[in-house]
């Protein structure tokens, strides 16, 4: 590519980059324990509003898919999901499938963005936590419920609450005065600590007298036959 062809694929790409309002996102699934992936519709994602939603295609389970997860649920293996970003780029998380199961198909599906509105985490859980048996599911996959996922945004918190702050700042001041007071304070050791050291003393004093003159009165009656 010229240089000249290249300024111009530039200068008419930078300016969509920056007007895309809009982003979607490949979702995929796989019921092979992570192995193999298959889409199941795509996240949209309005950076303007910061707007998410969920666009699910036809997610009933066919019957060799129904086989899959007769044997995750046997094994106790996993149920994954994905959020493709780009070709070698993806949020994933996984769910036991006997709980997908004995959720009825549904799941709670939990997308972390940044302060931009692009996805940055997921995670995956079912509303309930019993697990289903083998023995439990349809014989058909024509009975099984289609996979439904509950969308579920998590945005950044945008920092402290104003109290929180007004306390942290009161705490910085009183550690600064204290800093200074430490600093300027250039006394003896006795001239900081008279007020406790001189009461101390005169207790001691007091007690060693007292304890004398109890010594001394038992050495004199000890004597006298």
């Known amino acids: 590519m010229s240089l000249l062809s290249s300024t111009a694929f530039t200068l008419l790409v930078i300016p969509y980059l920056c007007f895309a309002d809009s982003l ?3 979702v995929e699934h796989s019921l092979d324990d992570g192995h193999t992936f298959k889409p199941i519709g795509s996240l949209s994602s309005r950076l303007s509003s910061g707007v998410m939603s969920v666009n699910l295609e036809d997610t009933r389970i066919g019957e ?5 997860l007769l044997n995750l649920v046997g094994r106790s293996g996993l149920y994954h999901v994905r959020i493709r970003l780009s070709e070698s780029d993806y949020l994933e998380s996984a769910v036991m499938a006997c709980l997908l199961v004995g959720s009825e198909m549904k799941a709670k599906f939990m997308v972390s963005v940044n302060e931009d509105g692009f996805p940055i985490a997921l995670h995956i859980s079912t509303p ?21 996922l509950n969308l579920e945004v998590q945005k950044p918190n945008k920092g402290a609450s104003p ?39 005169i207790l001691f004093v007091v007690f060693s007298s007292i304890q004398d003159a109890s010594n001394s009165g ?6 006298s036959q």
């Open 24 to 26: 979607s996102f490949p």
């Open 64 to 68: 060799k898919d129904f086989q899959l």
């Open 128 to 148: 309930r936590f019993e697990c289903a048996s083998v023995s439990s599911l349809p014989t058909s996959p024509a009975d099984l419920p289609r996979i439904s």
């Open 163 to 201: 109290e929180t702050i007004k306390y942290l700042l009161k705490l910085e001041k009183q550690r600064e005065e204290m800093a200074r007071a430490e600093q300027g304070d250039n006394r003896s050791f006795f001239a900081k600590y008279w007020t406790y050291i001189v009461p101390a003393v």
């Open 218 to 223: 038992g050495g004199s009656g000890g004597g």
